[in-house]
């Protein structure tokens, strides 16, 4: 199943889409009355319990199916606002984790198993509340009242959750843009490309899209990229090491990320040699998968080491995590704190 749906993503991205995407039409357009009918009850409040939270909320999300950088551009996010004297908390969905389904408090010890694995990671890397939930106005709520300092809140994915009101959308996309343009299942879109309008900025984590660009002409749309920092050991993080220490070594890469190519890229700039293992994003590991040939070393993002750091039999192998961190310009930091400037207590 893995498989056929990795495959079915590289034709929605393919420079030149197959002809039998065009056999999901009737879906797609099945597909497309849903969303229209969805999004038109909700913008005419026709639907009960949507939610206006007393702080702003800023939703960092993206249009396609699959990773595209949210997680880190939710970090630079709240980096840049704690340090112009915001208080932020992190609200998740928690994907695929086992206790979602009610609010929950993440912390960096907390099981990705149980949590999700980004909102771990964020747990990990931010140092701020983070809170998980199906519902996520309800997550929300929860963790204003267990965080009453907190006066912003950063909803990851948080796109077509419209029980929570918003006062600014970010919509991220990676190198691979909007695919072919179309919706699910003939396309890689949750939502029309028109969806656009309604947001407040772009973020380009490589190369901008035409097709977008040309969707959304007046969304002031900005460049990031990762930046990738010294490999640490993940039986001992204190252990660190560069690009330079594993030239000429048999190596093992995996990610099961949204577009593990990405993470297999950076690898290859930094002139790095490997073999590639492509996992489905959030993927739960286990020992097994990564029992590779000797010599057994395995290079792997952060997202999955928050996983793999709690494997049980451990993994023989030598594992090695590559941490990355999102820049942006100083121009999307001003535009961010100006949005949210009339919503600042005095």
């Known amino acids: 199943m893995a498989k056929a749906m990795a495959w079915l993503q590289g034709c929605w991205y393919a420079r030149r889409p197959p002809f039998f995407l065009w056999l999901f039409a009737p879906l797609m357009l099945l597909f497309a009355a849903i969303v229209g009918l969805r999004r038109f009850l909700y913008r005419r409040g026709l639907v009960p319990g949507v939610l206006r939270l007393p702080v702003p909320v800023v939703v960092v999300g993206n249009l396609t199916v699959g990773g595209a950088g949210k997680t880190p551009l939710v970090l630079w996010i709240a980096?840049?606002?704690?340090?112009?004297?915001?208080?932020?908390g992190?609200?998740?969905?928690?994907?695929?984790?086992?206790?979602?389904?009610v609010p929950q408090a993440v912390f960096p010890d907390s099981t990705p198993l149980a949590a999700g694995d980004e909102p771990v990671l964020l747990a990990v890397r931010s140092g701020l509340p983070v809170w998980i939930g199906r519902n996520r106005?309800?997550?929300?709520?929860?963790?204003?009242?267990?965080?009453?300092?907190?006066?912003?809140?950063?909803l990851d994915d948080g796109l077509q959750h419209y029980?929570?009101?918003?006062?600014?959308?970010?919509?991220?996309?990676?190198?691979?843009?909007?695919?072919?343009?179309?919706?699910?299942p003939a396309g890689p879109l949750r939502e029309p490309l028109g969806r656009l309008g309604e947001a407040q900025a772009l973020v380009f984590n490589g190369a901008p899209d035409a097709r977008v660009l040309r969707a959304a002409p007046v969304l002031p749309d900005f460049a990031m990229r990762l930046e990738p920092a010294s490999f640490y050991?993940?039986?001992?993080?204190?252990?660190?090491a560069t690009a330079a220490d594993f030239q000429g070594r048999a190596?093992?890469?995996?990610?099961?990320?949204?577009?593990?190519?990405r993470f297999f890229r950076t690898l290859e700039e930094l002139g790095l040699c490997f073999a590639r293992h492509p996992f489905p994003d959030h993927?739960?590991?286990?020992?097994?998968?990564l029992d590779f040939p000797a010599p057994k070393i395995v290079?792997?993002?952060e997202k999955d080491a928050v996983k793999c750091a709690r494997l049980t039999p451990y993994p023989t192998a030598e594992i090695w995590v590559l941490p990355v961190t999102a820049r942006l310009p100083d121009e999307f930091a001003h535009y961010l704190l100006e949005s949210l400037n009339g919503y600042k207590a005095a």
């Open 283 to 289: 993927h739960h590991f286990t020992a097994a998968e």
């Open 90 to 101: 992190i609200v998740s969905r928690g994907h695929l984790g086992r206790e979602n389904h």
């Open 163 to 184: 029980r929570l009101k918003r006062d600014v959308e970010i919509v991220v996309f990676d190198g691979r843009g909007a695919g072919n343009g179309l919706l699910l």
């Open 79 to 88: 980096q840049t606002l704690r340090a112009a004297g915001w208080h932020p």
């Open 233 to 240: 050991a993940l039986q001992d993080p204190r252990r660190r």
């Open 299 to 301: 290079l792997m993002t």
């Open 251 to 261: 190596l093992h890469a995996v990610a099961g990320i949204g577009n593990p190519e």
């Open 137 to 154: 106005a309800a997550a929300a709520r929860a963790l204003l009242s267990a965080h009453p300092r907190t006066d912003v809140l950063l």
